[in-house]
């Protein structure tokens, strides 16, 4: 099973082998944090939680970038929007998360000048091509998205485009699992991290916290064979009383990561304390500019003001993201909530754990 061919991630057979793996050498109960929203996506997609052995809770962690975005965040992206000669550029995913009282998608509606874009590469192009626009970029997303945010900023920088900024809302995984770990409401025994962000990352992050925490983290990608793989390897890890990293995923995930991104990362950004949306404040779990690169900070640019932040009574988003609510304890699941009419961000999240329920119909048990 270790020897398999580019084909073989999404085979059946070497899943259901992994499954079974699971099934004879899982002895008592054991909760497994996925913390990647995709990875959520992909265990509901492929139906690995209704494969496991009854023993194993698949735990969805906080690891959707849209969902995580701050309130604050999206308050902020809102009134900078709403300014004069501003052309505001987010990902898809974050035009219908719901602010105080609308989101970009209505803002756009109202005359905002919102535009959707695939890298930050194309903010500064936008910036280029029309000068006297300040165009902001809401710069979301793990470690992943990180690097070419920050080669855009230093593209911007070599070619002197002073009408590009960011807003800057980028999270870091670890400080995430140090926040569920040391929680007095804490209930994962074991983690998958997300084969993406280690990719660029490396894995040597992982290692303190899981004997620190005494919980095995095993690092896998998307696909089924992975998944399956990564859940037995941490069932295994937990049966045998062992808790280390391992690395599942290792067509493309070493334990150094992409040093040349990393510095890239080093290079503009520094850590700062940051805002989760449904968690709060995670002391050094974003990423804040660098002085040297301060003035690409959309925060030095523009003034906000906001007096009150307001969530909806009704959703338990935040539950949800810590991972001791299932998108079925929320009551407005499937009714007050849909993903043409969403509460939460996790409703609207491509990688969000209530519209992967909605979507693969995990109905309520
Ligand atoms: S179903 Fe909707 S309202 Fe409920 S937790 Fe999820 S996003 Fe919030």
């Avoid at 290692?207 to 069932?235: K, M, N, S, W």
């Avoid at 062992?242 to 510095?263: I, M």
Wanted: hydrophobic share 40%.
């Amino acid at each position: 099973m270790n020897n398999s061919s580019p084909l073989d991630y999404r085979s059946a057979e070497l899943t259901r082998k992994f499954i079974e793996q699971i099934r004879r050498i899982t002895t008592q109960p054991w909760n497994i944090m996925e913390i990647c929203g995709g990875q959520t996506h992909a265990l509901l997609q492929y139906g690995i939680d209704q494969l496991l052995p009854p023993e194993i809770t698949l735990i969805h962690g906080p690891g959707c970038p849209v969902c995580v975005t701050s309130l604050e965040a999206v308050e902020t992206a809102l009134q900078i929007a709403a300014q004069p000669d501003v052309t505001f550029t987010t990902f898809g995913d974050m035009l219908r998360v719901p602010g105080n009282h609308q989101d970009l998608f209505s803002a756009r509606a109202n005359g905002a000048d919102v535009r959707v874009v695939v890298s930050p590469m194309d903010a500064v192009r936008l910036a280029q091509a029309e000068p006297e626009r300040q165009v902001v970029f809401f710069a979301i997303g793990f470690e992943t998205t990180v690097p070419s945010i920050a080669a855009s900023i230093l593209h911007a920088e070599r070619n002197a485009i002073t009408n590009f900024s960011i807003l800057p809302a980028n999270v870091l995984v670890p400080p995430a699992i140090h926040a569920i770990l040391s929680s007095p409401e804490n209930r994962v025994n074991g983690f998958l991290a997300a084969g993406h962000v280690c990719a660029v990352m490396g894995y040597w992050e992982y290692e303190p916290i899981a004997a620190q925490y005494h919980t095995p983290i095993v690092v896998t990608g998307f696909e089924p064979v992975d998944l399956a793989r990564g859940i037995y390897q941490t069932v295994r890890q937990l049966e045998e009383s062992r808790c280390v990293v391992e690395n599942a995923y290792s067509r493309a995930v070493t334990r150094e990561g992409n040093r040349t991104a990393q510095a890239l990362i080093n290079q503009v950004f520094e850590p700062v304390d940051r805002q989760w949306r449904g968690i709060g404040l995670i002391p050094r779990s974003g990423l804040g500019l660098r002085a040297a690169y301060r003035s690409f900070d959309a925060l030095e640019r523009f003034l906000v003001a906001f007096n009150t932040l307001v969530e909806s009574p009704l959703c338990i988003a935040g539950q949800v993201l810590r991972g001791v609510a299932t998108p079925h304890d929320c009551p407005a699941f499937g009714s007050q909530c849909t993903p043409s009419s969403p509460l939460g961000a996790p409703m609207v999240s491509s990688e969000g754990a209530c519209a992967a329920y909605y979507r693969y119909q995990r109905v309520k048990p």
